[in-house]
T-cell receptor
Framework: GQNIDQPTEMTATEGAIVQINCTYQ??????LFWYQQHAGEAPTFLSY??LDGLEEKGRFSSFLSRSKGYSYLLLKELQMKDSASYLC??????????WGAGTKLIIKP | NAGVTQTPKFRILKIGQSMTLQCTQD?????MYWYRQDPGMGLKLIYY???????DKGEVPNGYNVSRSTTEDFPLRLELAAPSQTSVYFC????????????FGPGTRLTVL
């Protein structure tokens, strides 16, 4: 079956760096998204990786290794507003989206 | 630009009742989606549409129906509500297919008692 694995919860300190890992098993692969979802709100787009490597966008970076079925989201200079769930979403060969359950990130002062 | 709007924001239904969740987008997107999100779970696709007049089932379509008569509107119909349909429902849209970012509405929190 198709599956996404990511940690349920992580805790980090304001100003620090945190890496949220995601592994995926899909029938074919056509890219990986990361979305941010604050409690009680809708998901919002963060990044989309199709090729191997690191994509940097301000304080957020996303990495993909297609051969390993692995991605991570790197958040630098953490702020309290980064407290949210981070959803890893893989696209299979039919461009169907497989959504992970999300990693709840708690930022402590 | 309002983006994606959904109504209502909250609703309580009794078992066996029916209702329609409204979704409208003003970005001229071709693709629209309905998801449900249960606590601690990933989003599950209910139905999607690739354009006006075209709809297709997602992962969990049972108990729901949709229509897409215009580019802007994509209502979701719940027939004979059941407690298992208690969830948060999100409507989303994208310009083209699922390799594009999706824009989400604020969600409808539905409780079936």
């Amino acid at each position: 079956g198709q599956n996404i694995d990511q940690p349920t919860e992580m805790t980090a300190t304001e100003g620090a760096i945190v890496q949220i890992n995601c592994t995926y098993q899909t029938s074919g692969f056509n890219g990986l998204f990361w979305y941010q979802q604050h409690a009680g709100e809708a998901p919002t787009f963060l990044s989309y990786n199709v090729l191997d490597g690191l994509e940097e966008k301000g304080r957020f970076s996303s990495f993909l290794s297609r051969s390993k079925g692995y991605s991570y989201l790197l958040l630098k200079e953490l702020q309290m507003k980064d407290s949210a769930s981070y959803l890893c979403v893989a696209t299979d060969s039919n461009y169907q989206l497989i959504w992970g359950a999300g990693t709840k990130l708690i930022i402590k002062p | 630009n309002a983006g994606v709007t959904q109504t209502p924001k909250f609703r309580i239904l009794k078992i066996g009742q029916s209702m329609t969740l409204q979704c409208t987008q003003d970005m001229n997107h071709n693709y629209m989606y309905w998801y449900r999100q249960d606590p601690g779970m990933g989003l599950k696709l209910i139905y999607y549409s690739v354009g006006a007049g075209i709809t297709d089932k997602g992962e969990v379509p049972n108990g729901y129906n949709v229509s897409r008569s215009t580019t802007e509107d994509f209502p979701l119909r719940l027939e004979l509500a059941a407690p298992s349909q208690t969830s948060v429902y999100f409507c989303a849209s994208s310009y083209t297919g699922t390799y594009n970012e999706q824009f989400f509405g604020p969600g409808t929190r539905l409780t079936v008692l």
